[in-house]
C-alpha cells in the first residue's frame, strides 16, 4: 500500500507542476501579433529595455527615447539634409538669439483630448530644472535664464520653482530667455528632453506623477495602450492616436519587444516575429549583408570614440608632435573593419559625418603612417611608457589592445592596458592621481549640432561641469565657441563651429579614433524604414508589405 | 511528522535572516558609486547625484541602510530600484516565469533522464546501453551557450523557414507552455545527463541486491520486480538530486534565460548585482533560500515515504 502512496505522491508533485507551468503560461503574457496577418496586426520593432520609468527629461538614453519619440511630437525634427526643421513648433525666431519666440501650430491635442498649449512647455520645462526632481536631462535647460535659481547646486536650496526665462505669452506662443546667445538654440528643441507635459502629468504639489511615467499621455501619433509594467512587461504596445493633425504613419500598431541579446532579436527576424531591429550585434553583420540584402541598412551614427590625454594631469603628454606621432601609429581601417566587424568607420576629424559641419579627411594626422609616427615620436622625445586605461563593462578591451599593439609596434615603447570597472572609475583615478596615462572616451551627441562635440568636451568650462576630462583650455577656441553661439543664424554658427575643430585638430587633446554606425536589419514585412539623426525610426515612412 | 516539518520550518529563520545579512553586506562592499555608474560616458550633474544618494540613504553607514531595509520588509515593503519600481512587483512578475522554466526543465529532466537510464539499466552492456552513455558524455561536455544557440537556431529559425512548421517560438515567453520548451530542455541539458547515469548506476546496483533475487525467485512478473521493488529503492538518490537541482535551476538560468530572451530572475539578478541594486539582489537571493530550503524538506519527507524504514519523529 505505501508504494502505491508513493507513486501518488510523486505524480501529485509532478502535475501540480505542470499545473503551475500551465497557469503562468496564461497569465502575464500576451501573444504577439504577426505582421502578415494585415489590418490591425502590429509593426514590432526590438529595443532593450528602458532604464527608467517614461519621464522625458529622465531619459537620456536610446531605448527609452525609442518610445517616447513614438508617443510625442517634438518642436522640430531633422530631415534627410541634417537640416532642422519645424514639426509642431509654426515658427522659432529670435532678432538676438537670447529672446527665442516659439509659435505653435494649431490642431495639436494630448491623447485625453486637450489642445497642446505653450504652457505645457513651460510646466515640463520647470519640472526638468527643478534639482530636487533629480532628472537626468535637466543640464539640457542650464542655457535658460533663471536655471540657476531652480538647480543652485549640492547642497544649496532652489529659490524658485519657475525659470524666469520661460514664459508662455499665451497659448500658441512660447518666449523663451536665454542666459547668453546661443545660435543653435531651434537644434536642440528636438530632442527627448524638450518634451512638453499635460496637465494631467502633475500632482497638487507639481511634480509629475509615477502613474503617468508608466502610461504617459503624448502628443504624437501614437499612444500606449496600457501601463508600462517596467522589468516584467516584455512589450510595449501602442495604437495610432487618430485625432493627430500631422503627418501620420500608415499602419494602426506598433509594438515595442524588449530583448536583452540583438543576437536573439536577429534570429527573431530571420523567424519572422520581429520587424526592425535598429542595431545589429557585430556577429551578425556579415550574414545580415548576405541574408537581408536590400533590407540592411548602414548609416553613419553620430557617436564618436576617442583615446583621451590627461592633459592636465600628465606633463609627458603637453607636445603636440607626441600626440600626433600616437595619432598616426593608429591604425584605424583595421580596428574598424576587423575588430568591430564592420561596426565603426575610421574617423577623420572631431564632427561626425552624419552631422552638418563635417569635413572629410579633416583631420590629416588621423592617417595611418607607421615610418611617420615613428621618426615624429624619436624626433619629440616621447615617453617609453605609455599607458592605456578603459572601463571593462563597455565591450571596449579589443580595440584598446589592438591601439596598444599599434603602438608598441609603430612607435617601439612599452605600452600597458589598464582595465577599470567603469568609466567613472578612470575619472575617479585620474582625479586622485593614482593613474596618469590615457584612457578611452566615446561620445554620444544630446543634440545634432556641431557645437555638442566641442562646448561639453574641450571648453574651458566644462573642465569643470562638463566631460572636458583632459583638461583642455584654449582661448581661442573658446572664443570660437561664443562667436558660434552668438552667430545670427544656424548656418552661420555651423561655420564658426568649423573653425573651432579646426584649433582641436592642431592641438589633439584628444584623439579621434572611430565613428559609429548605425547596422539596421528590417524584416520582410515591412518597407521604407528610415532612422533619423537621434537614432530614432521615422515612423511616417515606414509601411507593412 | 508534523512537529518535525515545524521544527524545520522554524529552523529556516535564522538562515533566512543571516542570509539576507551577508547578501546586503557583499552588496554593499563592492566597489563604485551604483549613482554614478547609472549615467554611463557623461558625467552626471552632481546635485542629481547628490539627490538620489540622498533618496537610496547611500550616505548613510552599512546598519542603518540595512535597518532601513529590514524595517520596510517587516512591513511588506521590499524597497524600490533605482528607476522606481517596486522590488516586490519586480520580483513577482520574474518569478513566475522563472517557475515556469525550472518547473518545464525539471519534468524534461525527470521524464527524460529517468527514463533513458532506466532503459540504460535495463539493457545493460548492449548496444543501447553503450548509445545513451555516450549521448549523455556529449550532453555533459557541450556548453549550454552552445545546444541554446544550436537548438534555437534549427528548431526556432531554420525549422520554420524551410518547413513552415511555427511551433517552437525562437525566443520570449509570448506563447504560452511552447517558449518553454526549447529553454527548459537546454537548462535541463547537462542535469539530464547525470540523471540518466544516476539512475542507470542506481537501479543496475538495486537490481543486483538481495531482495531483488527473492522477488524474481517468488515468480513475481519482470515487471513488478522492476517497477515495486527495484526502482521504488533505487528512486532515493535520484529524488535529493532533483531536489538539490530545483534551486540550481532557479537561480542558475542566466544564460539560458539571456539566449531565449526569458525575463526571469537570473538576468535580473545578474543585473542587479552588476547594478548594484541592493534590494532587489536581497530580494531574490531570499527568495532562493526559500526555495532550497523548501525543496530539501520536501526530499526529506520524501525519503519516508519511498523507504519505510526512515521515519520523522
Known amino acids: 500500500m505505501r508504494v502505491t502512496?508513493?507513486?501518488?505522491?510523486?505524480?501529485?508533485?509532478?502535475?501540480?507542476?505542470?499545473?503551475?507551468?500551465?497557469?503562468?503560461?496564461?497569465?502575464?503574457?500576451?501573444?504577439?501579433?504577426?505582421?502578415?496577418?494585415?489590418?490591425?496586426?502590429?509593426?514590432?520593432?526590438?529595443?532593450?529595455?528602458?532604464?527608467?520609468?517614461?519621464?522625458?527629461?529622465?531619459?537620456?538614453?536610446?531605448?527609452?527615447?525609442?518610445?517616447?519619440?513614438?508617443?510625442?511630437?517634438?518642436?522640430?525634427?531633422?530631415?534627410?539634409?541634417?537640416?532642422?526643421?519645424?514639426?509642431?513648433?509654426?515658427?522659432?525666431?529670435?532678432?538676438d538669439n537670447k529672446v527665442w519666440t516659439v509659435k505653435l501650430k494649431p490642431g495639436y491635442t494630448w491623447h485625453n483630448g486637450e489642445p497642446v498649449i505653450a504652457q505645457n512647455y513651460v510646466d515640463a520645462?520647470?519640472?526638468?530644472?527643478?534639482?530636487?526632481?533629480?532628472?537626468?536631462?535637466?543640464?539640457?535647460?542650464?542655457?535658460?535664464?533663471?536655471?540657476?535659481?531652480?538647480?543652485?547646486?549640492?547642497?544649496?536650496?532652489?529659490?524658485?520653482?519657475?525659470?524666469?526665462?520661460?514664459k508662455a505669452v499665451d497659448d500658441s506662443t512660447l518666449e523663451v530667455t536665454l542666459t547668453n546667445p546661443f545660435s543653435q538654440f531651434p537644434v536642440m528643441l528636438g530632442y527627448t528632453?524638450?518634451?512638453?507635459?499635460?496637465?494631467?502629468?502633475?500632482?497638487?504639489?507639481?511634480?509629475?506623477?509615477?502613474?503617468?511615467?508608466?502610461?504617459?499621455?503624448?502628443?504624437?501619433?501614437?499612444?500606449?495602450?496600457?501601463?508600462?509594467?517596467?522589468?516584467?512587461?516584455?512589450?510595449?504596445?501602442?495604437?495610432?492616436y487618430d485625432k493627430y493633425p500631422g503627418e501620420k504613419p500608415k499602419f494602426n500598431k506598433l509594438q515595442f519587444k524588449v530583448y536583452t541579446k540583438t543576437e536573439t532579436a536577429y534570429n527573431d527576424l530571420r523567424a519572422g516575429h520581429v520587424d526592425i531591429i535598429d542595431q545589429l550585434a557585430a556577429s551578425n553583420i556579415s550574414s545580415a549583408k548576405t541574408e537581408l540584402g536590400e533590407r540592411y541598412i548602414e548609416q553613419p551614427d553620430a557617436g564618436i570614440g576617442y583615446i583621451g590625454v590627461p592633459l592636465k594631469y600628465n606633463p609627458e603628454y603637453e607636445n603636440v608632435k607626441i600626440r600626433e606621432a600616437i595619432s598616426m601609429a593608429i591604425d584605424r581601417k583595421t580596428i574598424s573593419e576587423t575588430v568591430f566587424s564592420g561596426t565603426r568607420s575610421p574617423a577623420d576629424d572631431f564632427i561626425n559625418p552624419a552631422i552638418d559641419g563635417y569635413k572629410q579627411g579633416a583631420c590629416a594626422v588621423c592617417t595611418y603612417d607607421p615610418a611617420k609616427a615613428k621618426a615624429a615620436y624619436a624626433e619629440a622625445n616621447g615617453p617609453k611608457l605609455l599607458e592605456l586605461g578603459y572601463n571593462a563593462d563597455g565591450g571596449h578591451k579589443e580595440w584598446i589592445e589592438a591601439v596598444a599593439i599599434n603602438l608598441r609596434a609603430n612607435l617601439g615603447v612599452e605600452v600597458t592596458v589598464k582595465p577599470f570597472e567603469k568609466f567613472q572609475a578612470i575619472l575617479d583615478e585620474l582625479d586622485k592621481k593614482t593613474y596618469k596615462g590615457m584612457f578611452r572616451m566615446g561620445w554620444a551627441i544630446d543634440y545634432p549640432s556641431p557645437e555638442n562635440y566641442l562646448t561639453p568636451i574641450f571648453s574651458t568650462d566644462a573642465a569643470k561641469t562638463g566631460s572636458n576630462y583632459a583638461g583642455y583650455s584654449n582661448k581661442e577656441f573658446d572664443e570660437l565657441l561664443v562667436k558660434g553661439d552668438t552667430a545670427p543664424t544656424v548656418e552661420e554658427g555651423v561655420a564658426l563651429y568649423r573653425q573651432a575643430a579646426d584649433i582641436l585638430i592642431k592641438e589633439l587633446p584628444y584623439i579621434p579614433v572611430y565613428f559609429y554606425k548605425i547596422n539596421a536589419g528590417f524584416s520582410e514585412h515591412v518597407k521604407g524604414v528610415k532612422i533619423n539623426l537621434l537614432n530614432q525610426v521615422e515612423w511616417t515612412s515606414v509601411e507593412k508589405v | 511528522m508534523g512537529r518535525y516539518i515545524i521544527r524545520r520550518l522554524i529552523q529556516a529563520i535564522p538562515v533566512l535572516l543571516g542570509s539576507t545579512f551577508l547578501i546586503y553586506l557583499t552588496v554593499f562592499a563592492l566597489p563604485g558609486d551604483p549613482i554614478a555608474s547609472l549615467a554611463g560616458e557623461k558625467r552626471t550633474d552632481p546635485t542629481v547625484v547628490a539627490i538620489l544618494r540622498e533618496q537610496y540613504h547611500l550616505n548613510d553607514p552599512f546598519f542603518l541602510q540595512y535597518?532601513?531595509?529590514?524595517?520596510?520588509?517587516?512591513?511588506?515593503?521590499?524597497?524600490?530600484?533605482?528607476?522606481?519600481?517596486?522590488?516586490?512587483?519586480?520580483?513577482?512578475?520574474?518569478?513566475?516565469?522563472?517557475?515556469?522554466?525550472?518547473?518545464?526543465?525539471?519534468?524534461?529532466?525527470?521524464?527524460?533522464?529517468?527514463?533513458?537510464?532506466?532503459?540504460?539499466?535495463?539493457?545493460?552492456?548492449q548496444a543501447i546501453d553503450s548509445a545513451i552513455l555516450a549521448s549523455t558524455l556529449i550532453l555533459i561536455s557541450v556548453p549550454t551557450l552552445v545546444t541554446g544557440f544550436v537548438l534555437q537556431l534549427l528548431l526556432g529559425v531554420q525549422l520554420k523557414t524551410s518547413t513552415g512548421f511555427d511551433f517552437f517560438p525562437v525566443a520570449g515567453v509570448y506563447d504560452g507552455w511552447r517558449s518553454y520548451l526549447v529553454p527548459g530542455f537546454v537548462l535541463a541539458g547537462v542535469s539530464i545527463a547525470y540523471l540518466t547515469r544516476l539512475t542507470r548506476t542506481s537501479l543496475a546496483e538495486t537490481l543486483r541486491a538481495d531482495f531483488v533475487r527473492t522477488a524474481v525467485a517468488k515468480g513475481l512478473p519482470r515487471r513488478r520486480v522492476v517497477g515495486r521493488?527495484?526502482?521504488?529503492?533505487?528512486?532515493?538518490?535520484?529524488?535529493?538530486?532533483?531536489?538539490?537541482?530545483?534551486?540550481?535551476?532557479?537561480?542558475?538560468?542566466?544564460?539560458?534565460?539571456?539566449?531565449?530572451?526569458?525575463?526571469?530572475?537570473?538576468?535580473?539578478?545578474?543585473?542587479?548585482?552588476?547594478?548594484?541594486?541592493?534590494?532587489?539582489?536581497?530580494?531574490?537571493?531570499?527568495?532562493?533560500?526559500?526555495?532550497?530550503?523548501?525543496?530539501?524538506?520536501?526530499?526529506?519527507?520524501?525519503?519516508?515515504?519511498?523507504?519505510?524504514?526512515?521515519?520523522?519523529?
Open chain 1, 5 to 95: 502512496k508513493g507513486a501518488k505522491i510523486i505524480a501529485g508533485t509532478a502535475l501540480l507542476a505542470l499545473a503551475v507551468a500551465a497557469c503562468g503560461g496564461g497569465g502575464g503574457t500576451s501573444s504577439t501579433p504577426d505582421a502578415t496577418g494585415g489590418g490591425d496586426a502590429a509593426v514590432r520593432m526590438e529595443i532593450g529595455e528602458p532604464q527608467k520609468l517614461f519621464y522625458p527629461s529622465d531619459t537620456t538614453e536610446t531605448e527609452g527615447a525609442e518610445v517616447l519619440a513614438a508617443l510625442f511630437t517634438p518642436l522640430v525634427k531633422y530631415d534627410d539634409d541634417k537640416k532642422v526643421v519645424n514639426d509642431l513648433a509654426a515658427s522659432i525666431e529670435s532678432t
Open chain 1, 125 to 166: 520645462w520647470n519640472f526638468a530644472s527643478y534639482q530636487d526632481n533629480a532628472q537626468s536631462a535637466s543640464y539640457f535647460f542650464g542655457r535658460i535664464a533663471g536655471y540657476a535659481d531652480l538647480a543652485p547646486g549640492e547642497g544649496k536650496t532652489p529659490k524658485a520653482k519657475e525659470m524666469s526665462g520661460l
Open chain 1, 193 to 240: 528632453a524638450f518634451y512638453p507635459l499635460p496637465k494631467a502629468a502633475f500632482d497638487a504639489s507639481g511634480k509629475v506623477t509615477e502613474d503617468y511615467a508608466r502610461k504617459p499621455i503624448g502628443n504624437g501619433y501614437f499612444q500606449i495602450d496600457k501601463a508600462y509594467g517596467k522589468g516584467t512587461d516584455q512589450t510595449i504596445d501602442l495604437t495610432l
Open chain 2, 67 to 125: 535597518w532601513y531595509y529590514i524595517k520596510g520588509v517587516f512591513v511588506g515593503d521590499f524597497g524600490t530600484t533605482f528607476a522606481k519600481v517596486e522590488v516586490s512587483d519586480l520580483i513577482a512578475g520574474k518569478f513566475q516565469v522563472t517557475i515556469n522554466l525550472a518547473m518545464t526543465a525539471l519534468i524534461l529532466e525527470a521524464i527524460i533522464g529517468v527514463g533513458l537510464g532506466l532503459w540504460a539499466a535495463l539493457r545493460r552492456g
Open chain 2, 229 to 313: 521493488h527495484a526502482l521504488r529503492n533505487a528512486l532515493i538518490p535520484l529524488v535529493t538530486y532533483l531536489g538539490a537541482d530545483l534551486g540550481t535551476l532557479m537561480g542558475g538560468a542566466v544564460i539560458t534565460e539571456s539566449i531565449f530572451n526569458i525575463p526571469g530572475i537570473g538576468q535580473e539578478l545578474f543585473r542587479s548585482v552588476y547594478e548594484r541594486q541592493q534590494p532587489v539582489v536581497v530580494g531574490i537571493v531570499t527568495l532562493l533560500v526559500l526555495v532550497y530550503i523548501l525543496a530539501n524538506l520536501f526530499v526529506d519527507l520524501l525519503y519516508a515515504v519511498l523507504d519505510p524504514r526512515i521515519r520523522y519523529e
